[in-house]
């Protein structure tokens, strides 16, 4: 697949990280990225209706011309994966596997912690995909750090105590020698310096956002989808936007998740 | 209006605290009650979703027979009113007026400040309401709140430690004589009886949940539809719910606004 066109889809703002990492992983792809945040957060929301709109969104991407779809949020890939599979006609990659990978890899208490939004952690996907690869998993709910780092507040001081109150219940009893924390959500990845401060000395992070890319740039090179990697030209990557709601308020937060500017966004309407 | 059918429309769970005020003040009617829970949170979009999202609402309420239709929703009241209004046939009372209303009679000093989700405060309604009635207002955000009310942290050190973080800008820089706080967001009810001991002791808490549904029992019983309140029978409310999302979560977290058990919800689809 020289220069392939990769969808990126998620609620809102949060696969920005992920996209952040595919360019750094896979910068020679084209990537469309739809963020719904008309209807976001899709964390509280429940399985048919996650799955209804990450399925809408999915064949949007591909009638655009994406080959490949990222499904850059943690609770469509938990709620969803299965559906979106189901509705398209491309390869799609959610981020939950990726990171169970990563998780597995990186731990050899096999056990570990994972963090992320009611949803995820309700659909127990995590659970699954790490208990598949003998890792014990605790899964705990921290609804509050995705709107404490869509104000900003990173680094802040509450935030850090937010963090400690949420990591200590999920580090107590017997998950002591856990030594692996999986984000499981695509905001966290803005939290890692502090998260690094707060966690055990001998817990290693784990980032799905990362994981993902990583698994992306494995698809495009091997596996059934395979491709001669050396035939993937060099040039720079084309970014385009799409987003259900305002594009101005897109683009001022999105430019925090991202890393850098955003250019090109188009408003789109899923006919509600 | 013997026993009148009045519609509650919130984007979720808020507006159930101006249902409990309401059934406090007018104990006599039968409440219908929209949730648009699928679409939630309202308070982090742009005017056009907000506006066509209430305006959907609405017609469904009066389709189920509401008389009068209450806003109880501080984002879909400051952007969408005026449009609600052109879209029904019943009376609408949204929840700004009101407590601006009630705020300049607890004001001495005419200086309030208003808190409220980050839509609320852009659209300036509560300031052009307070202006008209000769109080200056200072608008403050408080995007932190409606996430930790939902997470129950309604009395935690953290919401308080956020709340003064706060209140601290608000009432900085010339507000320090301001004499109302305006709770400009239907989840802060919750969040009183911290406030009582975070702002200073010259500030009066006025909660536009309590000061809507006086002017509900004001319309019925004067004004252009008045009714000669003592025609209202005495008779118990009925109470429905209809959502967009999970009825099983709205009746989980809903109680804890309604402060009362929530039965009779019906999940209503709105065809996105």
Known sequence: MSQPVIGVFDSGFGGLTVLKALLEVVPEADYLYFGDTARLPYGSKSVETVARYACEAAKFLEAQGAQMLVIACNTATALALHHIKQASSVPVIGVIEPGAQR?????????????????????????????????????????????????????????????????????????GSADVLLLGCTHYPLLKPMLQRVVPGHVTLVDSAESTALAVQNALCSGEDARPCKSISQERSSLKFFVTDSAEKFKRLGALFLGQKIDNITHVDLKE
Chains 1, 2 share one sequence.
């Open 103 to 175: 998780a597995k890899l990186a731990s050899r208490s096999d056990k570990a912690v994972v963090i992320g939004t009611e949803a995820t952690v309700s659909s127990h996907a995590y659970r699954k995909a790490l208990s598949a690869l003998q890792v014990e998993a605790r899964e705990k709910a921290c609804p509050l750090l995705v709107p404490l780092v869509e104000e900003g507040w990173v680094d802040h001081a509450v935030t850090e105590e937010v963090t400690r109150i949420y990591l200590g219940e999920a580090f107590a009893d017997g998950f």
